[in-house]
């Protein structure tokens, strides 16, 4: 009686001669992990990620807080000027630096204004021709 011994893989991952090519190309490789288990980890990382976010949110007052320290240490004085656009019938608010008078923002700003002043002056809107 002649016995056949069995192929075992060599330890350095080769495959024995004797396995086909299609055997080898659908084995994963030595070590790495099954596609459920890297599916499974990559659902905890983004668990873990949403997790910690949630954490690191801050909360509204927590945000007064630090919007109030930095109004606090800012090196900039602003007043705020509120005035009346006869032309468009709106109250405009503008933000200016205390020290060199300069407007830093209004609201609304010129460009809506201009649009307020038309149809304010034309009372039709902001065509020019009628229906």
């Known amino acids: 009686m ?11 991952g080769a495959v024995p001669a004797s396995t086909s090519g ?4 659908s084995r994963p ?3 790495a992990p099954s596609p459920e288990a890297a599916r499974q980890t990559s659902e ?3 668990q873990q990620a949403a997790a ?6 801050p909360t509204a007052s927590e945000l007064q807080k630090q919007i109030d320290q930095a109004l606090a240490d800012s090196r900039v004085q602003t007043n705020l000027r509120f005035r009346v656009d006869e032309d468009a019938n709106r109250i405009v608010v503008s933000v200016v630096d ?3 008078g300069e407007t830093i923002v209004q609201i609304p700003d010129e460009a ?3 649009v307020a002043r038309r149809l304010a002056a034309t009372g039709r809107g ?3 021709r009628e229906a």
């Open 98 to 100: 205390s020290d060199t």
């Open 44 to 46: 905890a990382q983004a």
């Open 112 to 114: 809506a204004l201009a």
């Open 52 to 57: 910690e976010q949630a954490r690191s949110k």
């Open 126 to 128: 902001l065509l020019d």
């Open 2 to 12: 002649s016995s056949i011994a069995p192929i075992s893989a060599p330890p350095n």
């Open 22 to 25: 299609a055997e080898a190309l």
């Open 29 to 31: 490789p030595a070590g």
